[in-house]
């Protein structure tokens, strides 16, 4: 572990501070979205799963309000269209998850527990399992849960941290979440922040 810790410090005297510190600001201020805008975020993180992230966020800014509106066939024209790996089911997640839009805001903040309004997401919205809850809370301003994906496993795995899951379960997601909390324990940050530096560290940039 401390090899590791050692990086995140050397990540913390340089450029990167900013880009982790202005990126954190910018999730804290999508808490003051409407309901609306917050499911906006929520299509995003529907999308991402078993996806690539950066082709997510261009498929995000081309449908915009459009997540709002469309319906199932022409979302899944336009995912398909807009190389989505999985076009369909999708668009089927998106749809199902529309009846929130509007109250999906005053959902979160009534349980005033992370853990809580994770469970909920992932009982509730279909397409979203822990890591998409986990990223979602987390780009609208919750600091407390680890985004375990295959970037954050590498690393740990790289580092002789954790052995490589053959399936990544409730119970092991868990395990490998309080890991990430004792690293960030020890590194003086929060989840949300320790995430954007291991993956940074791992891929060299920083996204959502």
Not at 32 to 50: D, G, P, Q, R, Y
Not at 103 to 110: F, P, Q
Request: proline share 1%; net charge positive; aromatic share 10%.
């Amino acid at each position: 572990m401390n090899n590791l810790l050692d990086i995140i410090e050397n990540l913390k005297r340089t450029e990167t501070k900013k880009l982790v510190d202005d990126k954190i600001k910018e999730f804290k201020e999508n808490m003051k979205k409407s309901s609306n805008e917050i499911f906006l975020e929520l299509c995003f993180c529907i999308l991402t799963a078993n996806f690539n992230a950066r082709k997510t966020i261009k498929i995000q800014k081309n449908i915009g309000n459009e997540f709002l509106t469309l319906g199932e066939v022409q979302m899944a024209k336009k995912l398909k269209k807009l190389g989505h790996r999985h076009p369909n089911i999708r668009a089927k997640y998106i749809i199902e998850a529309r009846k929130y839009k509007n109250t999906l805001k005053e959902i979160i903040e009534s349980f005033n527990n992370e853990n809580k309004t994770r469970e909920w997401l992932v009982n509730n919205i279909k397409g979203i399992g822990y890591k998409e809850a986990s990223h979602f809370l987390r780009n609208i301003g919750y600091e407390n849960l680890a985004i375990i994906d295959f970037h954050i496993i590498d690393i740990l795995i790289k580092y002789e941290l954790i052995k490589e899951p053959k399936t990544l379960t409730k119970t092991k997601y868990i395990k490998i979440e309080k890991l990430l909390k004792k690293i960030a324990k020890k590194s003086k940050l929060n989840l949300a922040e320790l995430d954007l530096y291991l993956w940074f560290a791992e891929t060299g940039y920083i996204l959502k």
